[in-house]
């Protein structure tokens, strides 16, 4: 079954379509939409911008594949070489390139054919390109042994119809075979023989400085990629400056080094690195308006300051003063940390020497000094980004009122936390958590009868109350409105009642101060209980609902009168989920039950 759909041909039995060009006979232009037909002969006729087609599919047969592909044409470093006499194609160690021309024999029209090569060896994958463009082209090869792949496609989504190799063999370069490296060693031996019997010719010489200086430029380059590397190699700020030092002492003369960092809030720039012939010296800070110090005078100008011979400065440079030392600096440098045409501080060596630094020296330094700034800049970034992430994150854990941690912060601490205590537990410690619900007595009627912005400094005052009450190890949480959790690590369930009895008497104790010199007298009740709520399992009865508990005692005391503590512990650990459970739901017929063991300050 062939499916005629427009100019493409459809082969049910093997799924694969044909295009029909102009090439084979199609040539109506664009296809009307909807104008075709079928006569009752099988003829099939489309219409077009151009006319009338006439399809008579029983005679109609596809081209057979009788195309092959031919290597039309090749180059070797733009000379012509015939490939039928260069197979495999033999590459000499000069070339730079060589390129192949490929066709496909075909008695079809071939603007539609599309081809692929691949040079194994080489290319990872197939290149493709189409009949326009049948060219394919390297350059450089490596040594060795290399296949051309080409092939050719009749269509898209067809196999390929033909495919051609080509053996390429690239020749090694002279520098690259056994024999040239035996031979230079001995040329090496010949020529420091000959050294010894003839001077070197003018022209000889002069060839040998130029690729020494070379040599040495490019061990520069190296060395200085290593320093770029290892400067930038970490954020600490500690470790760009000293690395910085390491770095510019392995190239030159710094008998005397000093970097200093601008601080343009206090006008000041201040000492970070000192050292005197290898010895750490005490850091000197500079006023950044000094017209007298060769660090502000490059810092201000934002360009290096040479000097060569301090003894016989230029004109302008002779109002400048260095630091008094037991010997007499001779020579120095001064060079800028710019950073985004801002300047960070500077880089200074000095020398007992006259004229102490080369020009490739300075050009080192220059390139150092760019590497440290931006080092620098990083690393100061990176600590501005700490900051600023350390105070967001103590932001999102503090209630903004009070001051006091907020419920965020409990509920990162309590993992840290309930596996600390698991630990001490399984070692035999008697430590536990306390957990003392606190809360202001009658706050509500402060908001109706004085307003929010009193009962937002009865908090603030409240909230300072506890902080002074407890211990400085103890966390103090705002948990809600005027509800506040107290965490308090204790070994004994009476350091824990004290603790909640010291707490009552200074909020009953305290005088609230409002706006205007009015003074109120607050009482607070709280509900106290410990995690684990069994000694026996970590496991029974989460943290959370021991913070339930607290809140479950932290009623009793309400409802008792306030102005009083209560204290819920468990009494009956053989089934601490059981306990827990009929706790909170009747903390008094529990008790009764001997479950529970309360304690209270109103007893």
Not at 139 to 146: D, F, I, N, R, V
Not at 263 to 274: A, D, K, M, P, T
Not at 504 to 509: A, D, L, P, T
Request: with cysteine.
């Amino acid at each position: 079954i062939r499916l005629w759909a427009k100019s493409t041909l459809i082969d049910h039995s093997t799924w694969s379509y044909q295009r029909i060009e102009r090439s084979s006979g199609w040539d109506v232009g664009n296809l009307w939409i909807g104008s075709n037909a079928k006569l009752r002969d099988g003829t099939i006729l489309f219409g077009g911008t151009r006319g009338l087609q006439m399809v008579k599919p029983e005679d109609y047969r596809p081209e057979p594949p009788t195309d092959r592909l031919v290597i039309t044409h090749s180059e070797v470093d733009s000379q012509a070489v015939a490939p039928s006499q260069r197979n495999p194609l033999v590459l000499q160690p000069e070339t730079k390139t060589f390129s192949v021309e490929f066709s496909s024999l075909a008695f079809a029209d071939s603007s539609d054919r599309s081809y692929q090569y691949m040079l194994e060896g080489y290319d990872d994958g197939w290149i493709s390109t189409d009949s326009r463009n049948r060219r394919a082209t390297y350059s450089k090869l490596g040594p060795g042994e290399y296949t051309l792949k080409i092939r050719s496609f009749e269509d898209l989504g067809t196999s390929a119809s033909a495919l051609r190799t080509v053996a390429i063999h690239q020749l090694p370069d002279w520098y690259q075979t056994l024999w040239f490296r035996v031979l230079v060693s001995l040329l090496v031996v010949y020529v420091l023989y000959q050294l010894f019997r003839w001077q070197v010719a003018r022209l000889e010489g002069q060839k040998r400085a130029l690729d020494a200086l070379v040599e040495q430029r490019t061990e520069n380059i190296r060395q200085l990629g290593q320093a770029g590397q290892d400067i930038a190699a970490t954020l600490n700020l500690n470790e760009v400056l000293h690395s910085t030092y390491r770095h510019v002492g392995e190239f030159m003369d710094a008998t005397v080094y000093v970097m200093g960092l601008v601080n343009e809030s206090s006008g000041l720039i201040e000492g970070v690195v000192h050292y005197e012939q290898e010895q750490r010296a005490e850091d000197i800070d500079r006023l950044l308006d000094d017209k007298r110090s060769p660090a502000a005078w490059c810092v201000r100008n934002k360009k290096p300051l040479i000097i060569s011979d301090f003894e016989n400065p230029p004109s302008e440079l002779k109002a400048l003063e260095l630091i008094q030392r037991q010997q007499k600096v001779l020579s120095a440098v001064f060079y800028p940390l710019v950073f985004n045409e801002r300047v960070l501080g500077f880089i200074s060596l000095q020398s007992f020497q006259k004229a102490a630094y080369s020009a490739n020296e300075l050009e080192m330094l220059k390139t150092i000094t760019s590497y440290a700034a931006v080092a620098i800049e990083n690393a100061r970034s990176h600590l501005r980004l700490n900051h600023a992430k350390a105070e967001l994150e103590q932001i999102s854990v503090t209630d903004q009122l009070t001051g006091l941690k907020n419920r965020r912060f409990l509920e990162s601490l309590m993992p840290t936390e309930v596996h600390r205590l698991k630990r001490l537990v399984r070692e035999g410690s008697s430590e536990r958590l306390g957990l003392l619900m606190v809360d202001a007595d009658h706050f509500k009627r402060v908001n109706d009868e004085l307003g929010h912005e009193a009962g937002d400094q009865v908090l603030i005052q409240f909230a300072g109350v506890l902080r002074a009450a407890c211990r400085d190890m103890d966390w103090v949480v705002r948990f809600g409105g005027e509800e506040f959790l107290i965490l308090a690590r204790v070994d004994s369930a009476e350091l824990l009642l004290t603790l909640a009895e010291r707490i009552r008497v200074s909020v009953e104790g305290f005088s609230f101060q409002l706006d205007g010199g009015e003074s109120l007298k607050k009482t607070c009740s709280i509900g106290i209980t410990q995690f684990p709520f069994a000694a026996s399992t970590f496991d029974a009865v989460s943290w959370e609902e021991c913070i339930r508990l607290a809140d479950t005692a932290l009623y009793r005391s309400k409802n008792s009168g306030r102005n009083q503590w209560n204290a819920v512990f468990a009494k009956d650990e053989s089934d601490p989920r059981s306990s827990y459970l009929r706790i909170v739901d009747d903390l008094e017929e529990s008790v009764r039950s001997q479950l529970a063991a309360v304690f209270s300050s109103s007893q």
